[in-house]
């Protein structure tokens, strides 16, 4: 069961002019990349994980191998099999990877999930997905405990730290029934390549999340993320932040960093967070790749940068919500290197991105993937001229399905109907495409603001007041008013040491007229303590754009 030869050895065979991707009928990442990279060199080092605490852990392949062998055991030994869903409630730890090889060895299909979930959202997510098997650890328990009842369909519960009752102790079953750690037992378990393998929820910045169902093919995507946007080489020590609920943890500490050889930096926060922290961990650990949504970027550029030693850092990367240019200028001029953007969703691997040998625009997201055929297409499926906004469609008809796209939206046949038309799968996203195909994103479809007859996208007018030496983070929504309609409104998050006033209002706005067009800047500023985010640190608009609507307290989840 092998389907190395869509696995690259080494960054070089994964060239965009030298480009090709033949999936087999066969495949399963646990057993071709972690096992494949055991058996040929048992040293090779797959994880370093580090917690708050400054405790550290070290993986090989080969340790990863035969601890997800273990694990499927235990899992088959509990009655979980082929096709069961499974619902991975863990944070930061090595388990999370170890489990979830154990269940793609398995042909069982996981679904991680936020360690933020309140019980009634895990009530939810696993009723919606109808889960039947559990795996956490005694903070995920907790919350799974207070709301079991009310999921009829969950029958196995699997607990990594401590025990208690109707919980299965990982480590205590393993160590008492001695599961063999070479091989896993039993009949072979072939997977296709179009088999489910992976669920995983939406953030929801609007809305219920909706669930994305990924097939065993979904992985080999990934190679365009670690090869060419990480641009990572064998070897290499990849450090990327990110919750392992998200999708963006299969992205940047997953699939494809270890088909490229690279070693996962794992830095495990439980506790309050300083941005200063992670300055320190790329110092000391000597990071090559480092890849952080701009958030964090924002938070790390409010810090002195000069004072940390980046020798041996390559590559920075970003995704997850536009990333502001002047957050970048200041990144740059404190390291050395630039940010390099890339574009894809949960539902996608990357599909558009500035990769390590293409050259930079600043503020562009960057070209599109070889393997992905993007158009940007009118209200009507039309496709629209150079230079103009348009919808993000990716083609997939005439035969023709790029490998990392979703397979489909369980249990939302609207979702399906309203995404896939005509050949297309439609991103919901906005951007416009210049003379080289650079791509350059403008925001959701409904993030588009309509003023005066003009169309504005929220990020060109957030580009500008970010410049502002008074502002951390601005979002920008559309605010309905009786003489234009719509005028634009900033929600503002002042750096520390500035005071909202009606004086500081009247001078950010004073400063985007001196840059813009006139039509472009905010009417209205208001300065909040926070922005309303999605688990997955995207900005909820929405819920601005409400608040802009109907006023009242602004309530940050």
Same mark, same amino acid.
């Given at each position: 069961?092998?389907?190395?030869?869509?696995?690259?050895?080494?960054?070089?065979?994964?060239?965009?002019?030298?480009?090709?991707?033949?999936?087999?009928?066969?495949?399963?990442?646990?057993?071709?990349?972690?096992?494949r990279?055991?058996?040929?060199?048992?040293?090779?080092?797959?994880?370093?994980?580090?917690?708050?605490?400054?405790?550290?852990?070290?993986?090989?392949?080969a340790?990863?191998?035969?601890?997800s062998?273990?694990?499927?055991?235990?899992?088959m030994?509990q009655?979980?099999?082929?096709?069961?869903?499974?619902?991975?409630?863990?944070?930061?730890?090595?388990?999370?990877w170890?489990?979830?090889a154990?269940?793609?060895?398995?042909?069982?299909i996981?679904?991680?999930?936020?360690?933020?979930?309140?019980?009634?959202?895990?009530?939810?997510?696993?009723?919606?997905?109808?889960?039947?098997?559990?795996?956490?650890?005694?903070s995920g328990?907790?919350?799974?405990d207070?709301?079991?009842?009310?999921c009829?369909?969950?029958e196995?519960?699997?607990?990594?730290?401590?025990?208690?009752?109707?919980?299965v102790?990982?480590?205590?079953d393993v160590?008492?029934?001695?599961?063999?750690?070479?091989?896993?037992?039993?009949?072979?378990?072939?997977t296709?390549?179009?088999d489910?393998?992976?669920?995983?929820?939406?953030?929801?910045?609007?809305?219920?999340?909706?669930?994305?169902?990924?097939?065993?093919?979904?992985?080999?995507?990934?190679l365009?993320?670690?090869?060419?946007w990480?641009?990572?080489?064998?070897?290499?020590?990849?450090?990327?932040?990110?919750?392992?609920?998200?999708?963006?943890?299969?992205?940047?500490?997953?699939?494809?960093?270890?088909?490229?050889?690279?070693?996962?930096?794992?830095?495990? /926060? #439980?506790?309050?967070?300083?941005a200063? @922290?992670?300055?320190? +961990? $790329?110092?000391k650990?000597?990071? &090559?790749?480092?890849?952080?949504?701009?958030?964090?970027?924002?938070?790390?550029?409010?810090?002195?940068?000069?004072?940390?030693?980046?020798?041996?850092?390559?590559?920075?990367?970003?995704?997850?919500?536009?990333?502001?240019?002047?957050?970048?200028?200041?990144?740059?001029e404190?390291?050395?290197i630039? /940010? #390099?953007?890339?574009?894809?969703?949960? @539902?996608?691997?990357? +599909? $558009?991105?500035?990769?390590?040998? &293409?050259?930079?625009?600043?503020?562009?997201?960057?070209?599109?993937?070889?393997?992905?055929?993007?158009?940007?297409?009118?209200?009507?499926g039309?496709?629209?001229p150079?230079?103009?906004?348009?919808?993000?469609?990716?083609?997939?008809?005439?035969?023709?399905?790029?490998?990392?796209?979703?397979?489909k939206?369980?249990g939302?046949?609207d979702?399906?109907?309203?995404?896939?038309?005509?050949?297309?799968?439609?991103?919901?996203?906005?951007?416009?495409?210049?003379?080289?195909?650079?791509y350059?994103?403008?925001?959701?479809?409904?993030?588009?603001?309509?003023?005066s007859?003009?169309?504005?996208?929220?990020?060109?007018?957030?580009?500008?007041?970010?410049?502002?030496?008074?502002?951390?983070?601005?979002?920008?929504?559309?605010a309905?008013?009786?003489?234009?309609?719509?005028?634009?409104?900033?929600?503002?998050?002042?750096k520390?040491?500035?005071?909202?006033?009606?004086?500081?209002?009247k001078?950010?706005q004073?400063?985007?007229?001196?840059?813009?067009?006139?039509?472009?800047?905010?009417?209205l500023?208001?300065?909040?303590?926070?922005?309303?985010?999605?688990?997955?640190?995207?900005?909820?608009?929405?819920?601005?754009?409400?608040?802009?609507?109907?006023?009242?307290e602004?309530?940050?989840?």
């Amino acid at each position: 069961m092998s389907s190395e030869s869509c696995c690259p050895r080494t960054a070089s065979a994964l060239k965009i002019g030298n480009w090709s991707l033949d999936i087999p009928e066969y495949c399963n990442c646990a057993y071709d990349v972690i096992d494949r990279f055991a058996r040929e060199d048992k040293n090779k080092l797959a994880m370093i994980w580090v917690n708050q605490e400054g405790a550290e852990k070290r993986f090989t392949f080969a340790d990863l191998s035969r601890l997800s062998n273990q694990a499927a055991n235990m899992l088959m030994a509990q009655g979980i099999k082929q096709g069961d869903r499974v619902f991975l409630l863990l944070p930061r730890i090595p388990e999370w990877w170890i489990f979830s090889a154990a269940l793609m060895k398995i042909g069982a299909i996981a679904c991680p999930a936020p360690t933020l979930l309140m019980p009634h959202d895990i009530q939810f997510r696993i009723n919606y997905g109808g889960f039947n098997a559990v795996i956490a650890d005694k903070s995920g328990a907790d919350k799974v405990d207070e709301v079991s009842s009310e999921c009829p369909k969950l029958e196995y519960k699997i607990m990594v730290e401590g025990s208690r009752n109707g919980w299965v102790d990982y480590y205590k079953d393993v160590k008492d029934s001695a599961y063999s750690t070479e091989s896993v037992d039993g009949p072979a378990v072939k997977t296709r390549a179009k088999d489910p393998m992976l669920l995983i929820f939406t953030s929801g910045t609007s809305k219920n999340p909706k669930l994305v169902q990924h097939t065993f093919d979904y992985p080999y995507g990934h190679l365009v993320t670690g090869g060419l946007w990480h641009g990572l080489r064998e070897g290499d020590l990849h450090f990327a932040v990110s919750d392992t609920g998200w999708g963006k943890n299969v992205w940047s500490n997953y699939f494809g960093q270890w088909m490229m050889g690279a070693c996962l930096f794992i830095y495990d /926060i #439980r506790g309050k967070f300083h941005a200063e @922290e992670l300055l320190h +961990l $790329i110092e000391k650990y000597q990071i &090559t790749s480092f890849c952080a949504p701009p958030t964090i970027y924002r938070m790390l550029v409010l810090n002195d940068l000069k004072k940390f030693n980046f020798k041996s850092l390559r590559s920075c990367t970003a995704a997850g919500e536009p990333l502001h240019a002047e957050t970048c200028r200041i990144w740059c001029e404190g390291t050395g290197i630039t /940010i #390099r953007e890339g574009y894809g969703q949960t @539902e996608t691997a990357s +599909l $558009i991105a500035t990769f390590a040998d &293409t050259p930079q625009k600043v503020g562009s997201m960057g070209k599109a993937a070889p393997n992905w055929h993007i158009e940007l297409h009118d209200d009507d499926g039309v496709e629209v001229p150079q230079g103009e906004i348009g919808r993000i469609a990716v083609k997939i008809s005439d035969g023709f399905r790029p490998v990392g796209l979703l397979d489909k939206y369980i249990g939302a046949d609207d979702d399906n109907s309203s995404y896939f038309v005509n050949g297309y799968y439609y991103t919901g996203d906005k951007a416009r495409v210049d003379e080289e195909g650079y791509y350059w994103f403008c925001g959701r479809n409904d993030d588009i603001i309509k003023s005066s007859g003009y169309r504005i996208g929220p990020l060109e007018v957030e580009e500008i007041i970010m410049r502002h030496e008074s502002v951390q983070e601005v979002a920008i929504v559309g605010a309905p008013d009786a003489v234009r309609g719509v005028v634009i409104k900033a929600y503002i998050v002042l750096k520390s040491g500035f005071n909202g006033s009606d004086e500081l209002v009247k001078d950010i706005q004073h400063f985007v007229r001196e840059e813009t067009a006139p039509y472009k800047y905010p009417r209205l500023v208001e300065f909040v303590k926070a922005l309303p985010k999605s688990f997955s640190g995207k900005v909820k608009r929405e819920i601005l754009r409400k608040h802009a609507e109907n006023g009242g307290e602004l309530v940050i989840d």
